[in-house]
């Protein structure tokens, strides 16, 4: 039996027929010595409809993120979520089935949205925080390190990071 090759094999397929309404994707590969970290920087310079997926992320085929929208390495976005516009979904962070997140969210790293779980456009979900299954989170809020969200959230609540002893 031959050994696998160390070469990256891919295929390049363009759509048959583009379909209106959907934003372009650009995934970010990288070269030897090199991470997925490397290229994200250039981001900010490319057109802000783009949806940009860094190649260990795990987006659903069957999950919809909006254009602008920035899904890290090491992020899951599963089946039935929807992610709004110009959001970041950070590294390691966990979007389950039928989430729905607004436009301009941010969802730190590790942070854990639950299935059924809807955050509203502009907020703010810290590092290490997780989202019990659906909960509504109101426009605004900001929900610090390391809480865990287990009641609905008016617009405009904040919740510190939590204090735990080192």
């Keep these: 039996m031959k050994p696998a090759s160390p070469a990256l094999v891919h295929k390049f397929l363009r759509p048959r027929r583009p379909t209106p309404g959907r934003p372009p994707g650009l995934f970010l590969l990288h070269g030897r010595g090199a991470d997925e970290d490397d290229l994200l920087g250039f981001a900010e310079y490319f057109d802000d409809r783009l949806v940009i997926v860094s190649p260990r992320a795990h987006v659903s085929k069957h999950a ?3 254009a602008g929208t920035i899904v890290m390495h090491g992020a899951v976005v599963n089946a039935g979520a929807v992610v709004g516009r110009n959001c970041i979904i950070n590294s390691q962070a966990l979007v389950e089935h039928d989430a729905v997140i607004a436009d301009h969210c941010h969802v730190a790293t590790a ?11 502009g907020t703010f979900i810290g590092s290490n ?8 989170i109101g426009e605004r809020c ?3 390190m390391g809480q865990r969200v287990l009641a609905d959230c008016e617009a405009g609540t904040c919740m510190p990071p939590t204090k735990r002893p080192l």
Excluded: E
């Design 64 to 66: 919809k993120v909006g």
């Design 111 to 121: 942070a854990a949205i639950n299935s059924g779980v809807h955050i509203g456009a």
């Design 142 to 144: 900001l929900i610090g």
């Design 129 to 136: 925080s997780s989202v019990r299954q659906c909960i509504n």
